[in-house]
């Protein structure tokens, strides 16, 4: 059973950074697209960046390109979601999830598997 944990989220100021790590368990990266997704109170989820296992590819929400970085670690089964310049509104809760396909997609009902989420809080 696929699981995925995020850790990271927290408290902090507008112009701050946050990381947010997500840890997998029993799949390799090279088989899934990993996602990164956010759901504000009473906003629906959106999806915030991904990548492709296929070619390397990168896709941002443009809310969030040029602050936002998403990185992996193969070895230790871990995506990384690097945010700065932190604004208000990126106040969410942030999943990522795992689609057993290699085209990347920012469609969240095309992913399989998700963390628990993690809470991103930015004050103004």
């Known amino acids: 059973e696929v699981q995925l944990v995020e850790s990271g989220g927290g408290l902090v100021q507008a112009g701050g950074s946050l990381r947010l790590s997500c840890a997998a368990s029993t799949f390799n990266f090279d088989d899934y697209t990993i996602g990164w997704f956010r759901q504000a109170p009473g906003k629906e989820r959106e999806g915030v960046s991904c990548f492709s296992s296929s070619d390397g590819s990168l896709y941002y929400a443009d809310s969030v390109r040029g602050r936002f970085t998403i990185s992996r670690d193969n070895a230790k089964n871990t995506v990384y979601l690097q945010m700065n310049s932190l604004k208000p509104e990126d106040t969410a809760v942030y999943y990522c999830?795992?689609?057993?396909?290699?085209?990347?997609?920012?469609?969240?009902?095309?992913?399989?598997?998700w963390g628990q989420g993690t809470q991103v809080t930015v004050s103004s």
């Open positions: 999830a795992a689609r057993s396909a290699v085209i990347a997609t920012m469609n969240e009902r095309l992913y399989d598997y």
